[in-house]
């Protein structure tokens, strides 16, 4: 049953940490944050502690206070999580599938376990076993641990960008001519309620590999659309997580889908459901961690994202070029992430568009694109 | 130019400070807040100071870090903020317009200079002038001053109820057989730019006075919806403010439409706007202020709001009652207000409930308002 007064613990500070917490305040819900860095965008409208989230003293220490615990980044100490657990507090999602998929190794062997489609792969230990392995290029190498927002991916075509590769365990994934990426975000409670967001697709940054424009819904066929909500709905189904889980998607030139990867908490791909559907999904996530109802999904309206990155050759205090001409624009709505530092690529926000008009849509998310930057 | 380091002040840490500190999150404003009561719903999101809104050295020392000042309750020391407007901070709305609509006398007065429809009305000193105008009745006889959600407000339908009136200036008010309350939100930046949200409908409480349910858009003809706006952006200009003003209306039987009263700040027939329109009440509020273009105000999907009122019969720490029934209902957002302790008839939140289909719109405010109970 709901209580205002359920102690609700995040493990990250950053912009999905900070718009949780926005959106936990409709619920009267004060969470508490731990973060390493003293300035994160939660800091000041939470309880806000600083600490490294992959100790497990410190881990431990700041979730034994809490009744429900969750997290807004995979990179955390596992160890402190399961005791945790054990101890009574409610981990959400789940420390064994934060295991999972933390490492890309182990998260693509359950894929292939569950019968999930996903590229195919190799396991690889080190740069020599990547370099072994050329007769499977053009593949895609990725670091089994630790990768984050672009980094730990590398794009290996040929022989000559065999020196890229990681000599760290790894994986060597074939390299998908795909003909759109989606995402689908799924929630599953504690009851085992499951739902799914509608299907979105992303255009990425051709060279830093970060979401660069994102229209939702998709356009696809009813078909590929239903076909890719049952996959992300039968990865949630799999690992039985309580939370909301983001999957990521290709399509592929045929017409196929392949898993590409999951992140188990609020996901880059989602932030257009603040304004564009009926629960957002970090609505969302607290509703599926707190065992309420999930909310309606559907979407009030088409939208488009826009990631706000730090322009190249600029670093120091933010200031935002060009605000005046997007906030003109009608149905522009800006997320700035609480950072007053700016650095080449850094994410410092988000502009989520809404239109029901996709022609319209589609001008305005360029435009937003072009006109505002992140300099200092 | 829009800056995140615009520091902002907010007169009042209530719920409507609430939601604009929750709103201004986006921008990457941190809002300092002032508000007598230790804890005020804005006490763990902002930065919060405890001290009362009408001491005028108290006032003048929380305002003069700030370089925009804004209030979220009238009810507010005139004197600190005309002397923080001279000495360089902006104050809006500015000083002598909540001065202005502070004293309904003011008030009422300003409106037949202007000559903007209004129910006739006779000034009061006492109660012996309220008992002197028994001619005048039936009547609403309101206080000049410190009315607040339907304190200070009486109906004197015959000699009988004349034993009501207050000993203190007042207003005897021809009582209105109305047809529709409606209300208009308009706002108004630096620059002149204005603009209106779509005009609402509200059903009150029949003997607490605070409005039940509002429904947006109000059923109405597109000629008394443009009469509406129209008036209501025409206080706005005679008034010069910069901000947001709620214009209460009535629609008579006879389809002319009489202000009622206004408020210099979000009001309770906005908050839908979170949900359901482009731009919310409280971004526009802080586009208003902070001279940004104003946003579209237009609906992206018909809306109800219902109050979320401390069940009669009921004092102590708040529990929710009903919670995960309406959490089933699709479109339902509800928002509490972060106070711990229910009275009754204590605003402790709203929902909102968005629905396209007008007549399952109102079905389902109906049944949130029939399930969703505060108790203690």
């Given at each position: 049953?709901?209580?205002?007064?359920?102690?609700?613990?995040?493990?990250?500070?950053?912009?999905?940490?900070?718009?949780?917490?926005?959106?936990?305040?409709?619920?009267?819900?004060?969470?508490?944050?731990?973060?390493?860095?003293?300035?994160?965008?939660?800091?000041?409208?939470?309880?806000?502690?600083?600490?490294?989230?992959?100790?497990?003293?410190?881990?431990?220490?700041?979730g034994?206070?809490?009744?429900?615990?969750?997290?807004?980044?995979?990179?955390?100490?596992?160890?402190?999580?399961?005791?945790?657990?054990?101890?009574?507090?409610?981990?959400?999602?789940?420390p064994?599938?934060i295991?999972?998929?933390?490492d890309?190794?182990?998260?693509?062997?359950?894929?292939?376990?569950?019968?999930?489609?996903?590229?195919?792969?190799?396991?690889?230990?080190?740069?020599?076993?990547?370099?072994?392995?050329?007769?499977?290029?053009?593949?895609?190498?990725k670091?089994?641990?630790?990768?984050?927002d672009?980094?730990?991916?590398?794009?290996?075509?040929?022989?000559?960008?065999?020196d890229?590769?990681?000599?760290?365990?790894?994986?060597?994934?074939?390299?998908?001519?795909?003909?759109?990426?989606?995402?689908?975000?799924?929630?599953?409670?504690?009851k085992?309620?499951?739902?799914?967001?509608?299907?979105?697709?992303?255009?990425?940054?051709?060279?830093?590999?970060?979401?660069?424009?994102?229209?939702?819904?998709?356009?696809?066929?009813?078909?590929?659309?239903?076909?890719?909500?049952?996959?992300?709905?039968?990865?949630?189904e799999?690992?039985?997580?309580?939370?909301?889980?983001?999957?990521?998607?290709?399509?592929?030139?045929?017409?196929?889908?392949?898993?590409?990867?999951?992140?188990?908490?609020?996901?880059?791909?989602?932030?257009?459901?603040?304004?564009?559907?009926?629960?957002?999904?970090?609505?969302?996530?607290?509703?599926?961690?707190?065992?309420?109802?999930?909310?309606?999904?559907?979407?009030?309206?088409p939208?488009?994202?826009?990631?706000?990155?730090?322009?190249?050759?600029?670093?120091?205090?933010?200031?935002?070029?060009?605000?005046?001409?997007?906030?003109?624009?009608?149905?522009?709505?800006?997320?700035?992430?609480?950072?007053?530092?700016?650095?080449?690529?850094?994410?410092?926000?988000?502009?989520?568009?809404?239109?029901?008009?996709l022609?319209?849509?589609?001008?305005?998310?360029?435009?937003?694109?072009?006109?505002?930057?992140?300099?200092?």
């Amino acid at each position: 049953m709901f209580s205002q007064e359920t102690k609700i613990g995040v493990l990250g500070g950053g912009q999905l940490g900070r718009m949780l917490v926005q959106s936990a305040i409709n619920f009267n819900l004060d969470l508490k944050v731990l973060d390493p860095d003293p300035n994160a965008p939660c800091k000041s409208i939470s309880q806000f502690e600083v600490g490294n989230l992959k100790d497990e003293a410190t881990v431990h220490q700041f979730g034994k206070t809490c009744d429900v615990l969750t997290i807004e980044i995979e990179a955390v100490n596992i160890a402190a999580l399961k005791r945790l657990e054990q101890e009574g507090v409610k981990v959400f999602p789940q420390p064994h599938i934060i295991e999972i998929i933390q490492d890309k190794r182990i998260q693509k062997q359950f894929y292939k376990q569950y019968n999930i489609p996903t590229a195919d792969f190799i396991l690889t230990e080190t740069k020599a076993d990547v370099i072994k392995n050329v007769h499977f290029l053009p593949a895609v190498h990725k670091l089994g641990k630790d990768g984050y927002d672009g980094r730990g991916v590398q794009i290996i075509r040929t022989e000559s960008d065999l020196d890229k590769a990681f000599d760290a365990p790894g994986i060597l994934e074939k390299l998908i001519p795909f003909e759109k990426e989606l995402a689908v975000i799924v929630a599953r409670n504690e009851k085992g309620e499951v739902n799914a967001f509608p299907v979105v697709e992303m255009a990425f940054h051709p060279v830093h590999n970060l979401v660069e424009y994102l229209f939702a819904p998709a356009t696809l066929s009813e078909e590929i659309s239903q076909k890719a909500k049952k996959i992300a709905l039968e990865v949630i189904e799999k690992l039985e997580l309580v939370g909301i889980l983001a999957v990521e998607m290709f399509l592929t030139k045929d017409g196929e889908i392949l898993v590409n990867e999951v992140a188990p908490r609020p996901h880059n791909s989602g932030h257009q459901t603040i304004e564009a559907n009926h629960t957002s999904q970090y609505e969302q996530h607290l509703r599926a961690i707190l065992n309420l109802p999930l909310g309606d999904t559907a979407e009030k309206i088409p939208s488009a994202m826009v990631n706000l990155l730090g322009e190249d050759g600029f670093s120091g205090p933010a200031v935002y070029e060009g605000m005046d001409e997007v906030l003109k624009v009608s149905g522009v709505h800006v997320h700035l992430y609480g950072k007053k530092i700016t650095k080449p690529f850094r994410k410092m926000g988000h502009v989520t568009i809404c239109d029901s008009n996709l022609e319209k849509l589609r001008e305005k998310a360029i435009f937003v694109k072009n006109t505002l930057k992140v300099k200092s």
